[in-house]
């Protein structure tokens, strides 16, 4: 039936009929809020490229994390600022590593509020890569091509890096983390981690696994957040290339049957492809996460009133929810979630 009998305009003429047939909704209730624990008290730190987001001291941390879990929003997701860097990460396993720190105090004050621990190495690596670094000897070639100040010849060591990848998800876990979120995109991080969980005793933790992380330009912000900009090089050896749809879908396929119990796509809204088809092929809860970039890009045109921020915000989170995403890790998970209440 073609028109004039059919007229789509008709399903159009009032909010309440566009309510009534409108195939996606936002509730606060699948919102992530990520936060940023840094050393010190009384400490609100803004983050200059993302207006509103600050780094929080663990006891400012605990005050936020309340007022995320009183608008309804179920979860937020940890990172952390240590106080000293190193070449083994030592501040992401240790027991009073600082969100470490953090989970305790906040499961202390606001105990049904879901913790999510991010697992990664950058933030505690004093060169800012997700895994340890080794040289590697250069080749003739090489040394006569290069510039001789270049560090142009290391490498990120795979397996040796998920030793401690596994060691700082059973810390975070012990001092209160509901989900192990492994970001680093090491190959057998997820079976690793579910290993060493069970071997502590925690058969329970689930883990929701960064599946298909890109290498991605759209996460300059957060790497002024967490303070974790590779000091040389880039992370284009472990982080996926953003051309591939198919990788992705092998890497996720590969997180789940090494225990993941949720996955996710990032960044969100450069690759709503990835997690339409990740959708339609998988069956476990998917997550996205509209990262630091996404987020930095609405707020300054929003600035310079080039853009309606909350129509913007409220629209880029749809499109993640209509692509297929069920759980999203947002900075607007508090704004969007006034919104919605
Ligand atoms: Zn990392």
Avoid at 132 to 153: E, N, W
Avoid at 167 to 184: E, H, K, W
Avoid at 308 to 329: C, F, K, N, P, T
Wanted: with cysteine.
């Amino acid at each position: 039936m073609a028109f004039p009998i059919t007229r789509l305009r008709r399903l159009r003429q009032s909010e309440q009929l566009r309510s009534l047939v409108r195939e996606t909704r936002l509730t606060p209730s699948s919102f992530v809020y990520p936060m940023f624990v840094c050393p010190g008290e009384g400490v609100r730190k803004p983050v200059g490229s993302m207006p509103g987001v600050c780094n929080l001291s663990v006891d400012e941390a605990v005050k936020e994390a309340a007022q995320v879990y009183s608008l309804g929003v179920p979860s937020v997701i940890l990172f952390g600022l240590p106080e000293k860097k190193d070449e083994v990460a030592t501040g992401a396993w240790a027991d009073d590593g600082i969100v470490q720190q953090a989970a305790r105090a906040i499961k202390r004050e606001v105990p049904k509020l879901l913790l999510m621990g991010d697992v990664c190495l950058c933030e505690y690596m004093s060169h800012g890569h997700c895994g340890i670094v080794r040289a590697v000897p250069q080749s003739l070639g090489a040394a006569v091509a290069a510039p001789p100040a270049a560090i142009t010849d290391f490498e990120i060591v795979n397996d040796a890096t998920l030793e401690i990848l596994a060691r700082s998800a059973v810390s975070l876990t012990r001092a209160g983390i509901d989900i192990i979120a492994p970001s680093d995109m090491m190959d057998g991080r997820v079976a690793a981690i579910r290993k060493a969980l069970d071997a502590a005793g925690f058969i329970n933790t689930p883990i929701l696994s960064y599946a298909a992380k890109m290498a991605s330009g759209f996460y300059g912000p957060f790497r002024e957040a967490a303070d974790s900009t590779p000091q040389f090089g880039d992370r284009r050896s472990y982080q996926m290339d953003g051309a591939n749809l198919r990788e992705a879908m092998r890497e996720i396929e590969l997180d789940i049957e090494e225990g993941a119990d949720m996955i996710m796509v990032k960044p969100a809204m450069p690759y709503l492809d990835v997690i339409a088809a990740a959708r339609l092929r998988f069956d476990l809860p998917l997550a996205a996460y509209q990262v630091s970039g996404e987020f930095a890009m609405i707020e300054a045109a929003a600035r310079n009133n080039w853009i309606d921020r909350d129509r913007v915000m409220m629209e880029s989170l749809q499109s993640i929810r209509r692509a297929g995403a069920s759980i999203i890790l947002t900075y607007f998970a508090k704004d969007a979630a006034k919104l919605l209440g």
